[in-house]
Every structure is written in structure tokens, then in C-alpha cells.
Antibody, heavy 123, light 108 residues
């Protein structure tokens, strides 16, 4: 079964750090680009970051650039999101999503999604 | 950066109705436009990619059209399971993927 399982969310104080993980199974992980997408409570979807199959191409939303770092370990079939200097506005459900392409290039779509891990930034 | 807008932001419809949702990009994105469906408490689901290609397993009552800056998602005959929020997404910008604000479809 094709599956993505996120973990690592929780309650964290503003300014602190958190690392999210996404475990992939049921498909050849290193054939595809991967992404993080978040959704604040009651709000829409916001693309956060994406990484190509070989980590050679990485992109970030302006809202997280310089604070978040995406990475992947193909040997462990895992995707990560290191989140530093967290703010209240980073409070959201964070989804891991699989791209239909290998390079997070033009034309990709997100065909497999995890169930998300909740991050709450509050003092 | 490419901005995406959707209209309407919400609509009420009845089972059997034909429903059309519009998505507009702030600049031409060719046909690099995807549509997703999200039900409450669930992860989004890919419906349409490349503006008009139906994702495997998605019912044929869903269709997409458009190119350039203007796109539409049409549900030909609304079913009870189609009440959800629909998002468009541009995949034109390399390594940057922007979602529209969403359109909520609920029961009239």
C-alpha cells in the first residue's frame, strides 16, 4: 500500500525549533520529488517546501524561507522538515505529499498525501 | 510570484446540479494547473492535473479545462460525496507551487 506517515508535530514555544519527519512506503521513494504543505486551522492549503529526488533542487515559500530546511534520506525512505525560529503563524497541520515527477519541476502534481502532523506554536 | 484566485469562494448546490468553479492565475501558466478536493478532516485528493487530465480513479463527472490564465473545474452532476472544498494549484513556476484560496461546495 502506498503510504506517507508524518510525525514530529507538537506544541512548541515561539522562537523554538521542531523537526518533522515523513516515512514513505509502497513506492520507489527516490524516483520522486516530495513536498510539505500546511493548513492553518480553518484555512486553505499553503505549499511550504519541495525537494527533488536527489536533493538537487529545493524550493521554499517566502513565508518560511531562511527559517525552514527541507531534506530527504533516500536510504531511509524519509522526508524531513527542520523548522527554526517558529512563529505563531506557523501553527498548522503539516502534510507530506508525493510529486508525480522526479524533479519538482514544471508540471508536477501531488498525488499521494499523508494524514498530517499538527504543529502548534504558542507560549 | 504567481498568485492564484478562485471564484466563487463558496457555493450552495443540490444533488444533480452542474457545478463550475473558476481559477485564475496572475500570469500565464500554460496548462500547468491542478485541482484537488478536500473533505473535512481529510487530506487533499488530486482530481485533475495538467488542466484537463483526470487522475486515475476519479469519476468522469469531474472535468477541467482552460489554459493561460483562466481555468475551470466542472462537476457535471453533483453527488452527495462531492460536497467538499476544491483547490486549484499552479505548477508552472519551477520549484514553487501555489494553491488557490479554495471554493467550498455545500448543500443547498
Amino acid at each position: 500500500e502506498v503510504q506517507l506517515v508524518e510525525s514530529g508535530g507538537g506544541l512548541v514555544q515561539p522562537g523554538r525549533s521542531l523537526r518533522l519527519s515523513c516515512a514513505a512506503s509502497g513506492f520507489t521513494f527516490d524516483d520522486y520529488a516530495m513536498h510539505w504543505v500546511r493548513q492553518a486551522p480553518g484555512k486553505g492549503l499553503e505549499w511550504v517546501s519541495g525537494i527533488s529526488w536527489n536533493s538537487g533542487s529545493i524550493g521554499y515559500a517566502d513565508s518560511v524561507k531562511g527559517r525552514f530546511t527541507i531534506s530527504r534520506d533516500n536510504a531511509k525512505n524519509s522526508l524531513y522538515l527542520q523548522m527554526n525560529s517558529l512563529r505563531a503563524e506557523d501553527t498548522a497541520l503539516y502534510y507530506c505529499a508525493k510529486d508525480t515527477k522526479s524533479s519538482s519541476s514544471r508540471g508536477g502534481a501531488f498525488d499521494i498525501w499523508g494524514q498530517g502532523t499538527m504543529v502548534t506554536v504558542s507560549s | 510570484d504567481i498568485q492564484m484566485t478562485q471564484s466563487p469562494s463558496s457555493l450552495s448546490a443540490s444533488v444533480g446540479d452542474r457545478v463550475t468553479i473558476t481559477c485564475r492565475a496572475s500570469q500565464s501558466i500554460s496548462s500547468y494547473l491542478n485541482w484537488y478536493q478536500q473533505k473535512p478532516g481529510k487530506a487533499p485528493k488530486l482530481l485533475i492535473y495538467a488542466a484537463s487530465s483526470l487522475q486515475s480513479g476519479v469519476p468522469s463527472r469531474f472535468s477541467g479545462s482552460g489554459s493561460g490564465t483562466d481555468f475551470t473545474l466542472t462537476i457535471s452532476s453533483l453527488q452527495p460525496e462531492d460536497f467538499a472544498t476544491y483547490y486549484c494549484q499552479q505548477s508552472y513556476s519551477t520549484s514553487i507551487f501555489t494553491f488557490g484560496p479554495g471554493t467550498k461546495v455545500d448543500i443547498k
